[in-house]
């Protein structure tokens, strides 16, 4: 009786530690191929830069169709930042949410495929005060799951 109730506890521990185990996966970002939009990429940091822009941060990202990427930057009070999304030329839908610490939305920008700019969302924002803020874009393609996109986050610093 003991060696069954020993043998049933083992494997509920067993159960229950493998659960635990698989629930501490870490999610990692993965970059991928920009070379589709490396023209706009270097057109664009180069147009910031000479309007006295510095790149704080950049990033290739990997995302999935119709899925929001959440990006948490710090920003400083009563700093000019500018945010750049590029999406794949191909996905059809274009979207950045931005949110403060609150969770309340600040920004909400969408592009459509035949718009003029395309894939490129572009919004400046002064934060009101010194907290991080979540940034969240998005892409929809009728023929592609996994999509390349590529963020940047400049701030004014002349």
Same mark, same amino acid.
């Given at each position: 009786?003991?060696?069954?109730?020993?043998?049933?506890?083992?494997?509920?521990?067993?159960?229950?530690?493998?659960?635990?185990?698989?629930?501490?996966? @870490? @999610?990692?970002?993965?970059? $991928?191929?920009?070379?589709?939009? =490396?023209?706009? @990429?270097?057109?664009?940091?180069?147009?910031?830069? =000479?309007?006295?822009?510095?790149?704080?941060?950049?990033?290739?990202?990997?995302?999935?169709?119709?899925?929001?990427?959440?990006?948490?930057?710090?920003?400083?009070?009563?700093? &000019?930042?500018?945010?750049?999304?590029?999406?794949?030329?191909?996905?059809?839908?274009?979207?950045?949410?931005?949110?403060?610490?609150?969770?309340? %939305?600040?920004?909400? %920008?969408?592009?459509?495929?035949?718009?003029?700019?395309?894939?490129?969302?572009?919004?400046?924002?002064?934060? %009101?005060?010194?907290?991080?803020?979540? @940034?969240?874009?998005? %892409?929809?393609?009728?023929?592609?799951?996994?999509? $390349?996109?590529?963020?940047? &986050?400049?701030?004014?610093?002349?």
């Amino acid at each position: 009786m003991k060696t069954r109730l020993f043998t049933m506890f083992f494997a509920l521990y067993i159960v229950l530690s493998s659960q635990e185990v698989a629930a501490q996966e @870490i @999610i990692r970002q993965e970059s $991928c191929n920009t070379t589709p939009f =490396s023209t706009q @990429i270097d057109s664009l940091k180069k147009l910031f830069s =000479s309007k006295g822009f510095i790149v704080l941060r950049e990033a290739s990202i990997s995302m999935q169709s119709e899925y929001e990427l959440p990006i948490v930057v710090p920003m400083t009070q009563g700093g &000019l930042y500018e945010f750049v999304f590029i999406g794949e030329p191909s996905s059809r839908l274009y979207e950045v949410r931005m949110y403060d610490w609150n969770e309340k %939305q600040v920004i909400y %920008q969408k592009k459509m495929w035949g718009d003029v700019d395309g894939n490129i969302i572009s919004y400046a924002y002064i934060p %009101q005060f010194s907290e991080y803020h979540m @940034i969240k874009p998005v %892409q929809i393609n009728k023929t592609k799951k996994k999509l $390349c996109g590529y963020v940047i &986050l400049l701030k004014k610093v002349k």
